[in-house]
DNA sequence: ACCGAAAACTGAGGATAGCTCGCATTATGG
DNA sequence: CCATAATGCGAGCTATCCTCAGTTTTCGGT
């Protein structure tokens, strides 16, 4: 369904991709998932149709492409926040305001792709799907760094999982709509202390 | 764009726009929206074609609708529970409880319809901005109780939307992908609980 | 350098889905 | 009971997604 039809081996059909995948970041930026047609994409990206419909099996992959390539950033960014806390070994705040460093950086990096993707990308199922499973993975590092403080309550893998949520929500939030009369750092400081007060707790 | 080109204005018309807005929340529960054609609404719903777009000036307009839909209905529960707090003045976890219990009741409703939305809305700035505004509106009523508690730190209205926003988060997250072994029950007031530790700070 | 094979590219056009429009049917209210 | 408005209809127009048969470019071996 979303996998490329066919694998770019010769340096020429990999521009040929890439040249596919930056119109169509531009095009459904501007005009909108529905009412970007893929002969346009083709036409921008400097190549016929075809050649389109050769590496992307639908018009919907075009997107899962992009989201694909965001979410593959998404997951080097938490397990690189991951493996500091795992040879760091911070105690709670270090912990928490790692967490939130690491989904601020996912939202202000590349914002316009990112608002892109969480505006234009939802629409297929299996996206929703993978985002999900980064939701679980991140929430299991973050679980075991809990038990290894020996906090999170009764029941540390859910804890990590609501925090996980929760942050990537504000986040977002404070990123596309930021509270009036408070600076960006303010809400990552607001959300790092009340996440810190919410997972201390002793585990049982 | 995404107003309804006719309202229905016989009894017999509102019918006709209830049958298509089912068919349409069913189809697109069932296949997605992209594999969902107007002609099927239109069949599912017993009407044909024409007057589906009579109602509706695009198939976008479909999604829309249902959207505005479960808007309203959410402002209705946000609303019925603030006048419940205003009357009850209850204690910081019979509060948080209170938000938690009608944020959960908007996603258990129709759980079906809800995720379809959150997945598969399309994310128009107008529809955005109303969501956006029903958040805020909801944080107004939550830091105004906060603050007859004397709770939720420097800055009450900050805390009190980062805590609407991560509750809306946890909660879809609870109904859409239930974390297993975990009953609903159970996650409802681990989310309370969470958040009566995060919110439990003295205001300045 | 040359050749055969594989990869890449092309774009007219088939298939299909969104949407229109002229007309038929049903309701209203004077 | 009739004039008028509201509603319903569905064949078909139009635009878009996508295919495919054929051409061009690149690659690897000799």
């Given amino acids: 369904m979303s996998t490329p039809r066919k694998r770019p ?3 020429r059909s990999k521009e040929t ?8 970041a531009q095009l459904f930026g501007r005009h909108g998932y529905t009412a970007t047609t893929t002969n346009r994409v083709a036409e ?8 389109l419909y050769q590496y992307f099996p639908n ?3 075009l997107l899962t ?21 795992a040879r760091e070994r911070p105690d709670l705040p270090g912990l928490v305001s ?13 914002p316009r792709l990112h608002r892109l993707l969480f505006d234009q990308a939802p629409r297929v199922p299996e996206l929703v799907a993978r985002l999900r499973a980064i939701e679980r993975r991140a929430a299991a590092g973050l679980a075991a760094e809990l038990r290894r403080l020996g906090r999170g309550g009764d029941d540390p893998e859910l804890a990590a999982l609501l925090a996980v949520q929760g942050v990537e929500a504000q986040i977002h939030g404070a990123v596309v709509d930021p509270p009036p009369g408070r600076s960006a750092a303010a809400c ?17």
Same sequence: chains 1, 2.
């Fill in 98 to 110: 790692g967490l939130v460093g690491a989904v601020a950086e996912l939202h202000t990096g590349r």
């Fill in 44 to 51: 921008r990206a400097g190549v016929s149709i075809g050649s």
């Fill in 59 to 61: 018009k919907d992959a």
């Fill in 188 to 204: 990552l400081a607001a959300v790092a202390a009340l996440w810190t007060r919410a997972l201390d707790v002793p585990a049982r």
């Fill in 9 to 11: 081996r010769q340096q």
């Fill in 17 to 24: 991709v890439a040249a596919i995948l930056e119109a169509a």
């Fill in 65 to 85: 492409a992009l989201a694909e390539e965001h979410l593959a950033e998404a997951v080097q960014v938490l397990d690189q926040a991951l493996d500091a806390c």
